[in-house]
T-cell receptor, first 113, second 110 residues
Framework: DGGITQSPKYLFRKEGQNVTLSCEQN?????MYWYRQDPGQGLRLIYY???????QKGDIAEGYSVSREKKESFPLTVTSAQKNPTAFYLC????????????FGDGTRLSIL | RKEVEQDPGPFNVPEGATVAFNCTYS??????FFWYRQDCRKEPKLLMS???SGNEDGRFTAQLNRASQYISLLIRDSKLSDSATYLC???????????FGDGTTLTVKP
């Protein structure tokens, strides 16, 4: 089945540690996105990429980094500079046309140990 | 002012009721519009796209009013399973990103 796979489903981070969240899609989509969602809140855009080897900061990029070396993959690293990383992280992808909707993976829950 | 605004609710309605949500957007250059549904602790899932002429999918009807810059979602004959948070999404033509509203929470009660 085509879709977006995020892993792991749950992740725990120690103080001072960097962690990487995986996002893989086999939908042949050009654009990929990372969002953060805090309890009872909406989605906030962290980073997005419209094409391989290119990405842009979203609204809350500080403390995060990404790479886009392959079309299928858009990993997100939560660095130790992100002081409040506990949240639900969602990855999405979209086809090239502006009128296409985004499709989401089932998310990663990150918590501080 | 937020780019996309939704009434957060919550909307509490009995089964069988008709309920409507509005979503306003600030950028008149916005070109594509969607409604998503998000269940508690799950990812958002596409409910329906919103077309200029309005569109219907079973009990769900979406409307776009470009003059007043809002989209709406009407749910008829509400079911218990309709309980969720409904997100509206707006995209500019040449923007690489979309803007999500914070969502409207619906609870359908027996």
């Amino acid at each position: 089945d085509g879709g977006i796979t995020q892993s792991p489903k749950y992740l725990f981070r120690k103080e001072g540690q960097n962690v990487t969240l995986s996002c893989e899609q086999n939908l042949n989509h050009d654009a990929m996105y990372w969002y953060r969602q805090d309890p009872g809140q909406g989605l906030r855009l962290i980073y997005y990429s419209q094409i391989v080897n290119d990405f842009q900061k979203g609204d809350i990029a500080e403390g995060y980094s990404v790479s886009r070396e392959k079309k299928e993959s858009f990993p997100l690293t939560v660095t130790s500079a992100q002081k409040n990383p506990t949240a639900f992280y969602l990855c999405a992808s979209k086809g090239r046309d502006y009128n296409q909707p985004q499709h989401f993976g089932d998310g990663t829950r990150l918590s501080i140990l | 002012r937020k780019e996309v605004e939704q009434d957060p609710g919550p909307f509490n309605v009995p089964e069988g009721a008709t309920v409507a949500f509005n979503c306003t957007y600030s950028n008149s250059a916005s070109q594509s519009f969607f409604w998503y549904r998000q269940d508690c602790r799950k990812e958002p899932k596409l409910l329906m796209s919103v077309y200029s002429s309005g569109n219907e999918d079973g009990r769900f009807t979406a409307q776009l009013n470009r003059a007043s810059q809002y989209i709406s979602l009407l749910i008829r004959d509400s079911k218990l399973s309709d309980s969720a948070t409904y997100l509206c999404v707006v995209t500019l033509t040449n923007a690489g990103k979309s803007t999500f509203g914070d969502g409207t929470t619906l609870t359908v009660k027996p």
